[in-house]
């Protein structure tokens, strides 16, 4: 990641230039709801609103142009969830992809978790392009032969077939949530993984799928009582008995599993005081977490709330040591975006490779990045017009009033409708995936 800072001298950023764009549908089972880069990038899950999960994988590098880089093409498809139908409590259960994570890779499959709102799946996903064949007891098409007929035996032989992608079910975690899970984090442990809903956090072993314990439980004895619920949830990247979870309130509380077996008890909690003269009806709404995610070191929480994106030290819990403004000329527009609930959209926020780099989606098909380093920022468009292959990204700028110059967009000319929620950043190289709707876009560093 070198040089990256001499790339915003030519007003072009690190990911100017488009890898590909991946259109997966129109429809509403189509709209992408969660993506993912695996441990070496060379995987990219999404899950969609239609419990289909979704896999790219990244071509090996051209002899003839070993300049250009991979490109990312459709590997597996396969479907994860479908809808079902609580019938105790007369509720329909989406088949929508709310999370999907992945397992290091340990042998020549891969292994990925997905969730909807009560179920989590661990899918194997491997590659056979190799069939037995001269069975004893079944002909070629499968069907059992007369034992009479049987007069030699044969040894079977594996003759070559056509590559083909299988993704198989292993394990099933379901019957363990009352309300909508929101978060799965698989442990450094790689043996345990957690699973968080409103008001509770379950702890599971990989190998046990009828039991799972309960770590978090904030739900009052009187519902009433109730002022606050979990809205994301993460394990610290090296320590097995850390993790955080953050709240509608937007606080963040670090628990330690080593004090108690259930840990209602925080070991710390990281809160912003508010500002008196930035209280409105809306700060309740706006303070809200909607994602928190470790830094690859470990040594910091970022949270992303409506307006901000924030970056906290694990030693300094009073307040964020960065706060970058994501999209602040929205301030003034926060009525109507209560009116049309847009208030309420939860945007997820990731960590470039080496923690020096922040981005996170808007609307208008907006995404924004941070350099936390020269504390400079950007903003850059994901749409059909400039998702050209190779095409040059050009910051875009939002004009809240005055007079408007002719690159920039009135506030007021926003398409609220287009928004993206959810990106995901490779964990080595300089190239993002942003979803746009139901458009997956993939960006890339320059090129020189």
């Keep these: 990641l070198a040089g990256f800072g001499n790339l915003m001298q030519d007003v072009l950023w690190c990911f100017s230039q488009v890898k590909g764009t991946i259109d997966i549908g129109v429809t509403e089972a189509d709209i992408i709801s969660t993506v993912e880069f695996n441990h070496t990038g060379e995987l990219l899950a999404t899950g ?33 969830h479908e809808p079902e139908f609580d019938y105790l409590k007369s509720l329909e259960i989406e088949e929508k992809i709310n ?31 190799k069939r037995p064949e001269g069975y004893n007891l079944k002909d070629e098409d499968g069907r059992l032969r007369d034992p009479s007929m049987i007069t030699m035996l044969r040894v079977p032989v594996l003759r070559p077939m056509d590559l083909m992608v299988e993704a198989t079910p292993r394990r099933v975690f379901a019957n363990a949530h009352t309300y909508h899970i929101n978060s ?50 993460e394990f610290h990247p090296h320590h097995c008995n850390t993790f955080v979870y953050s709240s509608s309130k937007g606080t ?46 470990g040594r ?25 403004q994501v999209h602040d000329y929205l301030r003034s527009k926060l009525c109507s975006l209560y009116e049309n609930d847009c208030i309420f959209d939860k945007f997820e926020c990731v960590w470039n490779g080496s923690d020096s780099v922040i981005m996170t989606g808007s609307y208008n098909n907006f995404f924004r990045m941070f350099d936390r ?75 020189n």
């Design 48 to 80: 969609d609103k239609g419990g289909r999960v979704v896999i790219f994988q990244r071509e090996q590098e051209s002899k003839h142009q070993p300049h250009r880089r991979g490109e990312y093409n459709v590997y597996s498809t396969f479907q994860s």
């Design 373 to 447: 380093n020269t504390k400079r920022d950007v903003t850059l468009e994901a749409s059909r017009e400039n998702s050209k292959p190779r095409a040059i990204l050009k910051p875009r700028k939002v004009c809240v009033g005055g007079k408007r110059r002719k690159d920039e967009i009135s506030v007021d000319s926003l398409d609220f409708s287009k928004k993206i929620l959810h990106t995901a950043w490779h964990p080595s190289e300089n190239i993002i995936a942003v979803a746009a709707t139901n458009n997956l876009y993939i960006f890339q560093d320059k090129v």
């Design 300 to 324: 910091y929480i970022m949270t992303r709330d409506y307006l901000t994106v924030k970056v906290w030290d694990l030693n300094m819990e009073n307040r964020p040591i960065e706060t970058y």
């Design 184 to 233: 799965i984090s698989v442990n450094s442990d790689y043996e345990t993984y957690m699973s968080a809903d409103d008001l509770r956090i379950n702890l599971w072993n990989f190998e046990i799928t009828n039991q799972s314990f309960n770590i978090v439980d904030i739900k009052p004895a009187n519902m009433e009582e109730l002022t606050e619920v979990i809205t994301a949830a």
């Design 99 to 129: 999370k999907i994570r992945w397992l290091p890779q340990q042998n020549a499959a891969y292994f990925l978790l997905s969730t909807n709102d009560k179920t989590v799946k661990l899918w194997k996903v491997s590659e056979r392009d």
């Design 252 to 297: 963040i509380r670090l628990c330690d599993m080593r004090t108690a077996a259930l840990c209602d008890r925080h070991a710390k909690f990281f809160e912003e005081p508010e500002d008196p003269s930035n209280r409105s009806f809306f700060s309740e709404i706006i303070s809200s977490i909607s994602d928190v995610k470790f830094s690859h070191s």
